[in-house]
């Protein structure tokens, strides 16, 4: 609470020292063109002060480490191009309303291309994450037979499938998805039939279980090639 009550007057203080400055030495009666940069200056100094606002769990990019410099470099260029046009007092509103309107646009343009670029960055995060997960799952399902398998020959066969599933590509693409869906079906079909002790017939799906993760590997392989 008392960090919040600092912060507010900090932000406070910009205000009160510019409008005390510009009503001593301007007054109150000015130019439109005066107001007009008054007003824009404001306005660029109150988006540091509400870019906290726009905090949300799916907006958390407003608060990335790169949009609070987008923010401050957007102030420092208005309240200096706003200072310009106050003292040279134009008659008309004309320049000053688009270079300053330039000015905002192109910090609107940096902050939705920022915003854009961090959300991409997240949808491929997410992805990945997903796709470690699916790979880690599958490769532990594996590991997880040999302690139903008796046979030597059924645990050789299942520390195979292992090594070649733990040698292959984590990632997961269009083109792998159903493979990893044949596999994690194959690998519950021999999990019932080694806990049911049918390991006779679990071999044939051990073969196959094989030729899905080496065609998962190839691929791949095609694929970033």
């Not at 191009?81 to 320049?95: E, H, P, R």
């Not at 920022?114 to 992805?127: D, F, G, R, V, Y």
């Not at 080496?214 to 970033?224: C, P, S």
């Amino acid at each position: 609470m008392k960090g919040n009550i600092i912060s507010a007057i900090f932000f406070l203080l910009f205000i009160a020292v510019f409008n005390t400055i510009f009503f001593l030495l301007c007054g109150t009666d000015n130019l439109p063109s005066v107001w007009l940069s008054y007003g824009f200056i404001h306005f660029a100094y109150l988006t540091i002060v509400m870019l906290p606002l726009f905090r949300t769990k799916e907006a958390s990019f407003y608060l990335t480490a790169t949009l609070y410099p987008f923010s401050i470099t957007y102030f420092i260029l208005e309240l200096i191009t706003g200072i310009v046009f106050i003292v040279l007092k134009l008659d008309s509103l004309l320049w000053p309303l688009i270079i300053q309107l330039v000015l905002w646009f192109l910090f609107m343009l940096a902050i939705f291309g920022n915003a854009w670029a961090n959300e991409s960055t997240s949808q491929s995060l997410e992805t990945r994450r997903q796709d470690m997960y699916k790979f880690q799952s599958n490769r532990m399902e594996i590991k997880k037979l040999l302690t139903y398998a008796k046979s030597p020959e059924i645990r050789k066969s299942i520390l195979e499938c292992y090594d070649r599933l733990d040698t292959s590509n984590s990632r997961q693409t269009a083109e792998s998805q159903t493979i990893d869906m044949e596999i994690s079906e194959h690998i519950s079909s021999i999990k019932r039939n080694l806990m049911a002790g049918q390991e006779e017939q679990t071999l044939p799906l051990l073969n196959i279980l094989k030729g899905l993760i080496e065609e998962r590997k190839v691929t791949l392989k095609y694929i970033n090639q």
